[in-house]
């Protein structure tokens, strides 16, 4: 596998974890164990799901289209994992940071 996204990139930021919250059963419960497994197969997905590859897939593409989860090339099929989005400053440490290196000079 050589860990190059198959198809391209979201205009999403990816998933967060409001996100995460809001999601139908289903798809939280797949993305939580995604993230906990790391890249994943169609198969394994079925496998853990007990669904057949095909609905596996429509779940999948789902996802992909909301953000939360890329589809990355690998040497006999494809790997989905899931897309976290970066972590947002705080801004009450950007303040701080900025008070820190103000000379206290308006």
């Known amino acids: 596998m050589d860990g190059l996204p198959a ?24 993305i939580n164990w995604m993230m906990r497994q790391g890249d994943c197969t169609v ?10 590859e095909e609905v596996v897939r429509i779940l999948l593409n ?6 939360f989860v890329e589809e990355i090339a690998g040497e006999d099929s494809p790997c989905y994992r899931v897309r976290m989005a970066p972590k947002r400053k ?17």
């Open 43 to 52: 198969k394994e997905i079925a496998a853990h799901t007990q669904q057949n």
């Open 62 to 67: 789902e996802l992909i289209e909301k953000g």
């Open 90 to 106: 705080s801004q009450l440490s950007e303040k701080l940071h900025q008070a820190l290196n103000s000379d206290g000079v308006d």
């Open 7 to 30: 198809k391209g990139k979201q205009e999403t930021p990816g998933l967060t974890m409001p996100d995460l919250l809001v999601l139908p059963d289903s798809q939280r419960l797949l």
